[in-house]
């Protein structure tokens, strides 16, 4: 798809953000909803988000996922102020929490983009969800979803060093940058639908061995979703930042084993389709500022341990805020953190 036809220019507009507006109001689940402070629950229900009634608020099925709006003021001032909640129960399929992200942002829209968003899941809600209902309580079952047409999220590329010392071979994620390559190991780079294996002109037999049997291990877990290829094509070389000019030799490398990232490092990811897909990559690591962040795109902040933080500039795409959500949880399943690591949207208004 090439982009530069559209009317890139009119992203973030005040036009186009009436045309995202007009669009939330044709939703007939929303009519009337954020215009007074209260608690309002929607269920998805395959195509269709219906209201959930009042005297269900609190009630959840665990194969179901909801939204949830609280409209409040702060004392003193007439203003409405919004918290934007979708929760996911533990047995909600993908299409279900895919949609319940979907129509968040919609929602959002409606809203002029006031709310602030948060994803909670069952058995892990936050004490502010929580606080809404006088209780919280689970049910079995739930509704089936039929929806499937929600923008999927993106995949964050990652590089893993294979790297054999003293009769013993490890496998460590790296920096996704052309600048952790060097001639005397062999590298992983995993793009989601493409997984290459890179091996440096010295790299030894069983860190081949070791990247081949890695590289299998993790298409297989795809079903057949990914396939495994050596050579460094231009989307290769795109995925970390572009071909240098050297590499490393595995005298440079040296023969220890690289530093795995600390676990409380800040990473910053930015989702675009600029391209024409959705793309995930890697802009900075460790002290990151706002001069980071640019107003036409969406980013991914992993705080460590402070779970992930969303920032949605004011001129994203309508494609790239459907898909921060989803995003975010692809992260996490991604990386192997827990489902309930709290996920928190910001927004810049323009």
């Not at 739930?142 to 013993?168: C, T």
């Not at 795809?222 to 050579?231: D, H, L």
């Not at 490092?265 to 706002?290: N, P």
Request: hydrophobic share 35%.
């Amino acid at each position: 798809l090439d982009i530069s036809d559209t009317n890139v220019a009119g992203i973030g507009s005040e036009e186009d953000k009436g045309l995202r507006k007009s669009a939330a109001q044709k939703e007939a689940a929303w009519k009337g909803c954020g215009r007074a402070p209260g608690v309002e629950v929607w269920r998805v229900e395959q195509f269709e988000i219906k209201p959930w009634p009042k005297e269900e608020h609190g009630k959840f099925y665990k194969g179901d996922s909801y939204i949830v709006l609280h409209t409040h003021k702060e004392d003193g001032s007439t203003k409405l102020l919004y918290d934007l909640y979708f929760w996911l129960g533990q047995e909600s399929t993908a299409d279900e929490q895919g949609t319940a992200a979907y129509k968040t942002v919609e929602l959002d829209d409606l809203l002029d983009g006031a709310p602030i968003q948060h994803r909670e899941v069952m058995l892990h809600e936050s004490n502010a969800f929580r606080s809404l209902f006088k209780t919280v309580s689970y049910l079995e079952g739930g509704v089936d979803s039929g929806f499937n047409k929600v923008e999927p999220g993106a995949f964050s590329s990652r590089l893993l060093q294979i790297k054999r010392v003293k009769k013993n071979t490890a496998i460590i994620q790296v920096p996704c940058r052309a600048t952790s390559l060097n001639h005397g190991d062999v590298f992983i780079l995993d793009t989601g639908a493409t997984i290459y294996a890179w091996e440096g002109a010295d790299c030894s037999p069983f860190e081949k061995l070791a990247a081949d049997q890695a590289a299998y291990e993790l298409a297989s877990e795809r079903n057949g979703a990914s396939s495994i290829s050596r050579e460094a094509d231009e989307y290769f070389w795109s995925k970390l930042g572009g071909e240098p000019r050297q590499i490393a030799s595995k005298e440079e490398a040296g023969e220890t084993l690289p530093k795995p990232p600390e676990g409380g490092e800040a990473v910053l990811f930015q989702l675009s389709d600029s391209s024409g897909e959705l793309t995930m990559s890697e802009v900075g690591r460790g002290s990151l500022g706002k001069g980071l962040l640019h107003s036409d795109d969406v980013y991914v902040c992993d705080a460590g341990g402070e779970g992930l933080l969303v920032w949605v500039g004011a001129g994203a795409t309508q494609k790239e805020r459907a898909a921060a959500m989803n995003t975010a949880t692809k992260y996490l399943k991604q990386y192997g953190k827990k489902t309930s690591t709290p996920v928190t949207v910001l927004k810049e208004h323009g």
